[in-house]
C-alpha cells in the first residue's frame, strides 16, 4: 500500500503537494497529519472534492510498503504516520523544497532544490508527464505557489515557481480565489509584537530617503521577527525597515527595503552579514545596541543613493469641462470659471477638490464647494469677496477660510499646506508637488482628485492616484497602508461611502481595516469624533446597510456592549425609509434629522438609563440628548396610547404634547399599525393647531387671580375644545364659570 503525507500544520504548500503527489501515485491514500492551518481547514471544507482524505486512525500504518512525503524529510514532523518508518522493506519517496539538514531521512527519491514551493517540483513532474489538471485543482496548487512565495515577493522566488504559476493560470488556476486566501490575517503573538515595533519605530531621514528604525531588546527568543518585520513595512507602507533586536549575547538585525535606493544586502554585509537586496540580516556579538544603532546610521550615509522619483508620471489627465457644466447645480459652474479667472489676475492656482469631484463624475449632486489653493488660501479668498461680494471667515491656524458670496453660496478654501513645498533643488516641482502632497493626505482614491480651475487648463481633471479608474470599478481604497493608523474614523468614512454608492473596499483596504481594529486603534479615538461619523452615517438616506457593516466589524459593540441587530432592529431599519418618506414634509419644516430616528432605533433595547448614559458619554448636545431623550422615553406609553381603539383628541394631545418630530416619527415607526400613524398625522396637522380665543388677559379681567390656576384652565378649555365640548367664544366663557367657579 501507498501512503502519501506531509507536515504537521499543513499549510497551502502542503495541500498542494499532497494533491499533486496524488495525481503521480492515484491509488495512495493520503493523510494530513495532526490538524492542518485554519486556511487550509476552511479551503478543503469548501472544497471537498479535491482529495480524498483519511483520517490517522483510519489507515492500517503496517501495510504501508511505500511512503511518499511532500514539504518535509523529517520523521518528527509526520504525525502518527512516522510508525511507517519500522515497517520492513519500506520505500520512502520525498518531494521537498527545503534545504537539506543533517535530520533529514534519505529517500529512494529524492527531489528537491532552489525552489520557492514544493507544489512547484510535483507541477512540473505533472507537467512533464502530461497528467491532466482541472482548474480546480489548478487553483489549490496555485494557491501553494502563491503562499510560498509570498506571491512571488519572498527572495526563495524561483524562475521556476513563476514558471509553475503560469502554468497553473493556463489550466484555469481562478486569481480571485487565489486572492482571497492570501489575505492572511495576523496571529495574536504577532499583533502584540507589531504593536510593539509599532511604538518604538522611529525615522530618520538619509540622502532625502525615509528609513525606519526599530531598537528593541527582549530577554527571550522573539519567533515570527522576520515575518512581522515584513509585515510591519507592508502595514506602514515602509520601503525600508531595520530592525534591531539585542538579546543577551548578540545582536539581530533584520532588514527589509523595496527601493533601490537602499540596498539592505550590501548595509548589512558590514556587520557581517548579508542577504538580498530587499531583505536581509546580520548578528552581532560583542557590541552594545546602542553602537550598533550609530553605526548603522553612519552606514547608511555612505550607501544610501537618493532616487528621483518621475512625479508627472503619475499623473493623470483628463478634461472634465462639460460635466462641470452638466453635473453641477446651476449657477456653480458659472461661479467656478469666474474664480479660476480671478485667481489668475493674481496668480493664485486654484483647484477643486474632494467630495464634489467625485460626485462630478459619478453625476451625483453636491453643493459643498472645496478649493485647494496654491499659495494663501486666506489671502485668496479675501481677493474673492472683493472682486464677488461676500464675506470670509478665516482660520488663521490651518490656513482656511470659509467665503460666502453674496448670493448665500459658501465656499470652503484651504491652502496647498507650506511644509509641502520641495526643496529649492526642486523647485519645478513645487506646484505638482504642493496638490500632490495635499491630495495625498486625503481618506480615499475615490476623494482624492482635483480639477483645475485656472483658465487654460479649466476642467482638467488631476489624478495622481488612479482614483477615476476606481470609480469606474466602484472601489473604495485608501491611499496607502498607514490611513486607518492615522486616522481611524476613515474606517467609518470607508464603510458610509461604500454604502452609500454601492461601492466595495478593495481587498487591501479591507485587510487594513481588519489589522486596525484588530489592534483596537477605536481606542485612540475621541468619544466625540466617533459621535460624529456615526452622526455622519447615520444621517444617510439608507444607513441600513452601513449599520450592518458596523456591526459585524464589531464596532457598534465598542459603542455600547447592549446594542445588537436583533430582528426587530434589521426589520426597523428596513421599514424606516418609507415612514421616513412619507413623514418628508414634517421633518423638513421642522428640521427634523433623520439619524435621530436610527440612533432611537439602534438603542431601543437599552433602558432609559443606559440611553442617557450613552449619551453623556459620548457628549450629545443637551438639543440632541433631549431629542434622543425624549424619543425613547415615550415610546411605550404613547404607543400604548395610541393604540387604545377609542382616544378622544384631548387624549391623543396629552400623549404626544411637546414630542420632537423624530420622536413622533419614531412612534409610527414602532406602533407598526395604520391608526397609529393616522393619529400622529392627524396630530401634526389639526391636533396640535388647535387654538382657544380666551387669553391670561381676559382671565384677568373676569377676576381670576394670576398664577398656576391660569394654566390649568387655558389647558382645560383647550382640552374640551378639542373634544368639541366648547366651540364658540361665548361658550369658552361659560365652560370656564361653569367649572372654575370663583370662591
Ligand atoms: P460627503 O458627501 O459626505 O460630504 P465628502 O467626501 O465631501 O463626502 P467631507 O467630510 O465633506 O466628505 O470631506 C471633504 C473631503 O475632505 C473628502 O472628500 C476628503 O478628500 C477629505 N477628507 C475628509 N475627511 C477626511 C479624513 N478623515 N481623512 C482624510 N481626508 C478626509
Ligand atoms: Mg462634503
Request: aromatic content about 8%; hydrophobic content about 40%.
Given at each position: ?588 419644516k421642522e428640521a427634523g434629522k433623520s439619524w435621530i430616528i436610527h440612533f432611537l432605533i439602534l438603542v431601543q ?139
Amino acid at each position: 500500500m501507498d501512503l502519501i503525507v506531509t507536515h504537521i500544520g499543513a499549510d497551502f504548500d502542503a495541500l498542494a503537494s499532497l494533491v499533486a503527489a496524488r495525481k503521480i501515485y492515484p491509488r495512495a491514500l493520503v493523510i494530513i497529519p495532526g490538524s492542518a492551518d485554519k486556511d487550509v481547514r476552511e479551503y478543503l471544507y469548501k472544497n471537498p472534492e479535491l482529495i480524498d482524505l483519511k483520517k490517522e486512525k483510519e489507515v492500517d500504518f503496517k501495510k504501508v510498503k511505500r511512503l511518499i512525503v511532500v514539504d518535509t524529510r523529517l520523521a518528527k514532523r509526520i504525525g502518527e504516520a512516522k510508525t511507517v518508518l519500522s515497517n520492513r522493506g519500506l520505500i520512502l519517496h520525498f518531494y521537498d523544497h527545503h534545504p537539506r539538514t543533517k535530520s533529514d531521512l534519505a529517500g529512494r527519491v529524492d527531489i528537491g532544490g532552489r525552489y520557492g514551493a514544493t507544489t512547484t517540483i510535483l507541477v512540473e513532474i505533472l507537467k512533464k508527464r502530461k497528467i491532466k489538471i482541472s482548474p480546480e485543482e489548478a487553483t489549490l496548487l496555485a494557491l501553494g505557489i502563491y503562499e510560498d512565495t509570498g506571491s512571488f515577493t519572498f527572495p526563495s522566488t524561483t524562475p521556476a515557481d513563476l514558471r509553475a504559476a503560469s502554468f497553473l493560470v493556463s489550466k484555469g488556476a481562478n486569481i480571485n480565489t487565489i486572492s482571497d486566501f492570501m489575505r492572511r490575517e495576523l496571529t495574536k503573538t504577532q499583533v502584540k509584537l507589531l504593536n510593539r515595533l509599532l511604538r518604538l519605530e522611529k525615522r530618520i531621514k538619509i540622502n532625502g530617503i525615509e528609513i525606519a528604525i526599530i531598537k528593541l531588546k527582549s530577554s527571550n527568543y522573539i519567533t515570527d521577527l522576520a515575518a512581522t518585520v515584513h509585515r510591519l513595512r507592508d502595514i506602514e507602507n515602509l520601503e525600508s525597515i531595520f530592525v534591531l533586536l539585542g538579546t543577551k549575547e548578540r545582536i539581530r538585525v533584520v532588514a527589509r527595503s523595496r527601493i533601490k535606493a537602499v540596498n539592505v544586502g550590501k548595509i548589512t554585509q558590514a556587520f557581517g552579514g548579508g542577504g538580498h537586496a530587499t531583505a536581509a540580516s546580520a548578528t552581532i556579538r560583542g557590541m552594545e545596541l546602542r553602537d550598533v544603532e550609530k553605526k548603522l546610521i553612519e552606514v547608511l550615509k555612505s550607501k544610501v543613493t537618493p532616487e528621483i522619483a518621475p512625479e508627472e508620471s503619475l499623473l493623470f489627465r483628463k478634461s472634465v469641462g462639460p460635466l462641470l457644466d452638466r453635473n453641477l447645480p446651476p449657477g456653480v459652474a458659472g461661479l467656478l470659471a469666474k474664480v479660476g479667472k480671478i485667481a489668475e489676475k493674481k496668480d493664485f492656482r486654484v483647484y477643486l477638490v474632494g467630495g464634489i469631484v467625485r460626485d462630478l463624475l459619478l453625476g451625483v449632486e453636491n453643493f459643498d464647494v472645496d478649493l485647494v489653493v496654491k499659495g494663501d488660501g486666506i489671502s485668496f479668498a479675501r481677493y474673492l469677496v472683493s472682486k464677488l461680494g461676500g464675506k470670509i471667515t478665516a482660520h488663521r491656524r490651518f490656513g482656511t477660510a470659509v467665503a460666502t458670496l453674496s448670493g448665500g453660496i459658501k465656499i470652503d478654501i484651504a491652502t496647498a499646506r507650506k511644509e509641502f513645498y520641495a526643496s529649492p533643488a526642486a523647485l519645478p516641482a513645487v506646484e505638482k508637488g504642493s496638490l500632490r502632497e495635499d491630495l495625498y493626505r486625503r481618506d480615499f482614491t475615490i476623494n482624492a482628485m482635483a480639477v483645475r480651475l485656472n483658465p487654460g487648463r479649466y476642467g482638467e481633471l488631476i489624478d495622481f492616484f488612479g482614483g477615476w479608474r476606481d470609480l469606474k470599478e466602484r472601489k473604495v481604497k485608501v491611499l496607502h497602508n498607514r490611513s486607518f493608523i492615522e486616522d481611524p474614523t476613515r474606517i467609518f468614512r470607508a464603510i458610509r461611502f461604500q454604502e452609500r454608492y454601492g461601492f466595495f473596499m478593495d481587498k487591501n483596504t479591507e485587510r487594513l481595516v481588519r489589522d486596525a481594529l484588530k489592534r483596537k486603534i477605536f481606542r485612540r479615538l475621541s468619544k466625540q469624533r466617533i459621535r460624529e461619523e456615526m452622526i455622519a452615517i447615520l444621517s444617510e438616506p439608507r444607513p441600513g446597510n452601513a449599520i450592518l457593516a458596523l456591526y459585524r466589524i464589531g464596532i457598534l459593540k465598542s459603542i455600547h456592549p447592549k446594542i445588537r441587530l436583533s430582528p426587530e432592529i434589521k426589520k426597523d431599519l428596513q421599514t424606516v425609509k418609507t415612514i421616513l418618506d412619507r413623514f418628508a414634509p414634517f421633518l423638513k419644516k421642522e428640521a427634523g434629522k433623520s439619524w435621530i430616528i436610527h440612533f432611537l432605533i439602534l438603542v431601543q433595547q437599552l433602558s432609559i438609563l443606559e440611553v442617557r448614559n450613552l449619551c453623556r458619554n459620548f457628549g450629545f448636545s443637551r438639543e440632541q440628548y433631549n431629542k434622543i431623550f425624549k424619543g425613547r422615553e415615550s415610546l411605550s406609553e404613547a404607543t400604548r396610547k395610541l393604540k387604545k381603539a377609542e382616544l378622544k383628541p384631548s387624549l391623543l394631545y396629552r400623549a404626544l404634547q411637546g414630542l420632537p418630530i423624530e420622536a413622533l416619527v419614531f412612534i409610527v415607526l414602532k406602533g407598526r399599525s395604520r391608526l397609529v400613524e393616522r393619529r400622529v398625522h392627524r396630530y401634526l396637522t389639526r391636533v396640535r393647531r388647535e387654538k382657544i380665543r380666551t387669553t391670561g388677559n381676559k382671565l384677568k379681567k373676569m377676576g381670576y387671580k394670576q398664577g398656576p390656576l391660569f394654566k390649568k384652565i387655558l389647558q382645560e378649555l383647550l382640552w374640551a375644545k378639542l373634544d368639541g365640548v366648547v366651540k364658540s367664544p361665548s361658550s369658552e366663557t361659560k365652560f370656564i364659570i361653569d367649572n372654575f367657579p370663583k370662591d
